[in-house]
């Protein structure tokens, strides 16, 4: 296909939508001043973040106009996330003003009912009655895609000659998409949807996606009487550079990441190589990746080509989410210049991740909070800033700290169902630093409040005493957390059966759950955690595996 543009204002990821249309079979030409938007002949346009940060980006560029001139001329358009609401009026989110193409608005979601931002697996339930073709026939009319965002366009009758999907979040029913004539657009992220995603780009770039036909018509949405967002599996690689300098994924027990042998050689434990064992969970059905660069507070990012190498090398084969933890801080490289977070974090970005976690340094943006509140200097603020909150998550470390009584600490304290070595009955969990070296005086509550106040979209929650141990996971951890905060929450360290997956969901509101040394030696495969969950009534993305 000739004349195939992209239209990036500087937004986050776009690598991973330019490998999803390359493994299509089409190559992709960047959009680089503003007359290149009229030479297309086909033009997707991806956004992520903030709304008002993309409508600036457009216009000081000179996009704006040319861009509503390409949309008119009928020529195919695809808009993606912010892509999509930029199309509309505005936005609740900025005084900034779209490009009016379409009525409505977006509106922040009802985050005292339900976490936001809205992230994960969720069903697209199509409002038209002639569904799509792609490659193998029908599409189904309801498939599930990867949502990630805090605003969205309320469904409204003036919008039903539009509406191609519409989604529910909690008690919310929102556009999840739009198509009609040349255009189509799409609050989900079909680079990131696997199969189902990558079948709907394929029939965007062949036509088939776009059929206003007389016979079909457009139908009123309806409130469904059970959540549809499923809750995710994710799959964890501990990533560091073994004894002869090559990277492997290893994994700790209790942070411990050397094999226990009673020779002296002690080895890094080593599960396989990185990119394959992404590919495979991908295949394999995990709802999202997660990379930890666990030797990266040694190394500086910025040079760490090899970690980036992966990053790349998987977004070429993995098209579900990409997180990358580690060193995500301001740094020095060997040359003496000095890097600020945000600058490493646009390097993961540029390389294939959609996510960055940090660690360390969300601690210390924590404890300068409650000091001193917010100056717009941490990495969770400038990050969140440039790139919206959904691509920043905080991974916390922590470990029980025994007392007898909850007045004998000033921490807050969980009573907690794993009685301590004195028989304690409360405990509450201490933030630790550099690998779980390192303990603060700061609380797991302390934190996650913090940093969701800084603009973090997402919890990674461990923790040391569970860690490699496959005893389940610290439910009164989890549950105290999620009472603490309204941004999503990944449960982290102790699964050891599928049991530990059903018992994490049935017994908190965790919106994930993630496991890392079970699924390399494939003690419990990742698909046998689905599939024991799909028996059990709980709602989880479905295997797909078609393109």
């Not at 959609?354 to 924590?366: L, P, R």
């Amino acid at each position: 296909m000739k004349g195939l543009y992209m239209l990036d204002y500087g937004a986050g990821n776009v690598r991973s939508l330019v490998n999803a249309v390359q493994r299509l079979g089409y190559t992709i030409q960047f959009v680089k001043e503003p007359s290149d938007i009229l030479k297309a002949e086909t033009l997707i346009f991806p956004g992520v973040g903030a709304f008002g940060h993309a409508m600036k980006a457009l216009r000081q560029k000179g996009y704006a106009e040319p861009l509503k001139e390409y949309v008119a001329s009928g020529k195919p358009f695809m808009g993606i996330c912010v892509g999509m609401q930029t199309l509309f009026e505005g936005s609740e989110e900025s005084d900034e003003p779209g490009l009016g193409l379409l009525p409505g608005t977006a509106t922040r979601f009802d985050a005292t009912t339900k976490a936001v931002p809205h992230m994960g697996w969720n069903t697209a339930h199509s409002a038209k009655t002639v569904s799509y073709q792609n490659g193998n026939g029908q599409e189904k009319k309801d498939t599930v895609y990867y949502f990630v965002h805090s605003f969205a366009v309320p469904y409204h009758a003036n919008l039903k000659e539009w509406t191609f999907t519409t989604t529910q979040y909690g008690e919310e029913t929102f556009v999840s998409s739009v198509q009609k004539g040349n255009v189509l657009a799409t609050q989900f992220h079909p680079e990131k949807s696997g199969y189902a995603g990558l079948r709907l780009l394929d029939a965007f770039l062949k036509g088939t996606v776009f059929s206003d036909s007389p016979q079909e018509s457009r139908s009123t949405p309806h409130t469904h009487p059970m959540a549809t967002l499923t809750k995710r599996i994710i799959a964890c690689l501990d990533v560091r550079a073994n004894d002869a300098g090559d990277l492997v994924v290893t994994k700790g027990d209790q942070y411990d990441v050397r094999e226990r042998t009673d020779g002296s050689s002690n080895d890094v434990r080593n599960l396989g190589k990185p990119v394959e064992l992404a590919k495979r969970y991908f295949d394999e059905g995990a709802d999202e990746i997660t990379f930890l660069n666990i030797t990266s507070f040694r190394h500086c990012p910025m040079g760490d080509l090899p970690m980036l190498e992966v990053l790349r090398r998987t977004s070429e084969c993995v098209f579900v989410p990409l997180t990358i933890g580690g060193g995500i801080r301001e740094v020095i490289d060997p040359e003496g210049t000095v890097h600020s977070a945000l600058e490493v974090a646009g390097a993961y970005f540029r390389s294939g991740a959609d996510k960055v976690s940090i660690g360390s340094d969300a601690v210390y943006a924590a404890e300068r909070y409650w000091e001193s509140g917010k100056d717009g200097s941490s990495a969770i603020e400038t990050i969140a800033q440039a790139y919206g909150a959904q691509a920043v998550v905080i991974s916390v470390d922590p470990r029980r700290v025994y007392v007898k009584d909850p007045s004998d600490t000033s921490h807050h304290v969980v009573k907690t169902s794993q009685p301590g070595p004195k028989r304690e009955q409360y405990c509450w969990y201490q933030c630790t630093v550099k690998g779980g070296r390192e303990g603060r005086d700061l609380d797991v509550r302390q934190l996650v409040v913090a940093c969701e106040a800084l603009g973090a979209g997402e919890v990674l929650l461990n923790c040391m005493d569970r860690d490699g141990t496959n005893s389940g996971y610290e439910l009164d951890l989890v549950n105290d957390v999620k009472a603490a905060v309204h941004i999503p929450v990944i449960a982290s360290s102790g699964a050891g059966s599928v049991a530990h997956f059903e018992e994490l969901f049935t017994k908190t509101n965790v919106e994930a759950a993630l496991a890392a040394g079970i699924f390399h030696r494939q003690e419990v495969p990742l698909q046998s955690v689905k599939d024991h969950l799909e028996g059990c009534g709980i709602l989880i993305r479905p295997q797909d595996s078609v393109l």
